[in-house]
């Protein structure tokens, strides 16, 4: 059998020349607006003036993005690729371009299919999105990634070397990041508007998969009948192997500490995104986990708050971001929230601050002069209490529109026309805070990081997890691209 590095240079040996053409070669044709700026005829795209574009996992949430990107009008579907091609949630997209070349196996895609695009959209489970990653990079592919970028340490931090070396455009799909949140929060930082902030919290309590689970489970479950249509061993990737059952596929891949992120790794990229590039936040130098509750080896906890404390970073102040997730553990806010429904069995504390039952996705960010308020994705922020905010509406700054959505971004990234927000170099760094969290809800232990030589100091056991488990045979190829 061939080996992946045969492979590899197979596949890097017969990789074409990008095959976007000029518009102005063909026939495109820009938007037409009447004097009042009412919309007469919306910009036409030549098909040579499209990127071409294979998707990686084309259901469920891979089938969303395949989808956005399609709206966009600038791609051409030319690849699609999953371990399920037989599904009811992939053949939908599936039908939806009968054209496309269609793969089972991303490996097979590289090596039968690379000439046919120039970018991958990966839509896969976690763990399988860094050996689709790093191979598309290493072909000199553009890549758009979901959320997280990677389940371990290690691979963001492969990842974050790759894209220099192979200088593609690189996006990971926190939408928010081009949205009214992003140019706000830049904005507002920049205008000296958010400044020595010190506290941050930052909150998903809604209901996950995992809760209600036997958190007494000390093996994973195993449902012999794996469908015909599903390539189970594919599917697994560089994971360790296990039998199958269906608390894996279709988004349950999500509960599992070797498979997923928990509420962390999906919800903190939309919530603490901003906050993390424009304080300049970088790696924390101490995890805590303040609350474990439901604690488990193999998946996550019913509920977890855990305190990323990051040091002091040029001028500006050391900083803790509290992270709340599980239904009921919800944090305090501060006097002048707003509009939420209050719990009266708990009385407000001492600060004024009040306990509420529900609470949607967001944060509360604390300077020294000022509170903040925001929700998720692009929600933007909002001063409070309100008559702090009243105080500062003539001092705040214009926020600038943003000029493309996510999906466009990177397009238009991939053509040379913008830069991407969410870049690896952004990415990567936030995606291994999340990584910490996870290590230390795991372990259920505190840990201690040395942000210069990005290890763990206080638990060895902690530090091997920066790697994690190892590859399986005949995977390793893909961590030495």
């Known amino acids: 059998m061939t080996s992946r590095r045969k492979f590899i240079k197979k596949s890097a040996a017969t990789l074409g020349a990008i095959t976007i053409v000029p518009s102005h070669v063909l026939f495109a044709k820009d938007e037409i607006r009447n004097s009042a700026g009412e919309l007469i005829r919306s910009r036409v795209v030549a098909p040579s003036d499209k990127v071409n574009m294979a998707f990686c996992g084309i259901g469920n949430r891979g089938g969303q993005i395949f989808r956005e990107f399609n709206n966009t009008g600038l791609v051409n579907t030319t690849v699609l690729c999953d371990v399920d091609m037989g599904a009811k949630h992939t053949l939908e997209n599936m039908n939806a371009h009968p054209d496309a070349k269609k793969f089972q196996d991303f490996r097979e895609m590289?090596?039968?299919?690379?000439?046919?695009?120039?970018?991958?959209s990966i839509g896969t489970p976690d763990f399988s999105h860094f050996p689709i990653t790093i191979l598309a990079m290493s072909l000199g592919k553009h890549v758009y990634v979901e959320k997280p970028l990677t389940r371990t340490f290690h691979e963001s931090?492969?990842?974050?070397?790759?894209?220099?070396?192979?200088?593609?455009?690189?996006?990971?799909?926190?939408?928010?990041?081009?949205?009214?949140?992003?140019?706000?929060?830049k904005a507002w930082v920049d205008a000296g508007i958010i400044k020595d902030v010190t506290k941050i919290t930052a909150h998903m309590n809604g209901q996950r998969r995992w809760h209600g689970w036997d958190t007494n489970m000390s093996e994973y479950p195993v449902n012999s009948n794996i469908p015909e249509t599903l390539d189970?061993?594919?599917?697994?990737?560089?994971?360790?192997?296990?039998?199958?059952?269906?608390?894996?596929?279709?988004?349950?891949?999500?509960?599992?500490?070797?498979?997923?992120?928990?509420?962390?790794?999906?919800?903190g990229a939309h919530i603490m995104d901003t906050a993390h590039e424009f304080l300049d936040l970088g790696l924390p130098n101490e995890v805590d986990p303040v609350k474990i509750e439901g604690h488990n080896k193999l998946f996550f906890p019913q509920a977890s708050t855990l305190a990323f404390k990051f040091p002091e970073r040029k001028k500006m102040p050391a900083c803790t971001i509290t992270w709340y997730d599980g239904m009921n553990n919800i944090p305090q806010?501060?006097?002048?929230?707003?509009?939420?429904?209050?719990?009266p069995n708990?009385?407000?504390?001492?600060?004024?601050?009040?306990?509420?039952?529900?609470?949607?996705?967001?944060?509360?960010?604390?300077?020294?002069?000022?509170?903040?308020?925001?929700?998720?994705?692009?929600?933007?922020?909002?001063?409070?209490?309100?008559?702090?905010?009243?105080?500062?509406?003539?001092?705040?700054?214009?926020?600038?529109?943003?000029?493309?959505?996510?999906?466009?971004?990177?397009?238009?990234?991939?053509?040379?026309?913008?830069?991407?927000?969410?870049?690896?170099?952004v990415s990567a760094?936030?995606?291994?805070?999340?990584?910490?969290?996870?290590?230390?809800?795991?372990?259920?232990?505190?840990?201690?990081?040395?942000?210069?030589?990005?290890?763990?100091?206080?638990?060895?056991?902690?530090?091997?997890?920066?790697?994690?488990?190892?590859?399986?045979?005949?995977?390793?190829?893909?961590y030495k691209l």
């Open 333 to 343: 806010v501060p006097k002048g929230f707003g509009e939420l429904e209050v719990d």
């Open 157 to 185: 931090e492969l990842l974050i070397k790759a894209a220099k070396k192979y200088k593609v455009a690189t996006q990971m799909g926190n939408q928010g990041h081009s949205e009214g949140n992003y140019f706000q929060f």
């Open 232 to 267: 189970w061993d594919t599917w697994l990737m560089t994971a360790k192997e296990h039998g199958y059952h269906e608390d894996f596929v279709n988004g349950q891949w999500r509960c599992w500490y070797e498979h997923g992120m928990g509420a962390l790794g999906d919800w």
């Open 429 to 478: 760094p936030l995606s291994q805070v999340f990584c910490l969290g996870t290590i230390a809800q795991r372990l259920n232990t505190k840990i201690e990081f040395d942000r210069k030589t990005k290890t763990i100091t206080n638990n060895k056991v902690a530090n091997d997890l920066l790697v994690g488990t190892p590859p399986r045979k005949g995977w390793e190829e893909f």
């Open 346 to 425: 708990i009385p407000p504390a001492s600060t004024g601050a009040v306990q509420p039952a529900k609470l949607g996705p967001g944060k509360e960010i604390y300077s020294k002069d000022l509170t903040f308020k925001g929700g998720s994705h692009g929600s933007t922020l909002s001063i409070i209490p309100e008559e702090a905010a009243k105080d500062m509406e003539s001092k705040l700054p214009e926020v600038p529109k943003s000029p493309s959505n996510h999906f466009e971004n990177f397009v238009k990234a991939a053509k040379g026309e913008e830069k991407t927000r969410s870049p690896f170099e």
């Open 110 to 120: 590289f090596d039968k299919g690379v000439k046919d695009f120039d970018a991958v």
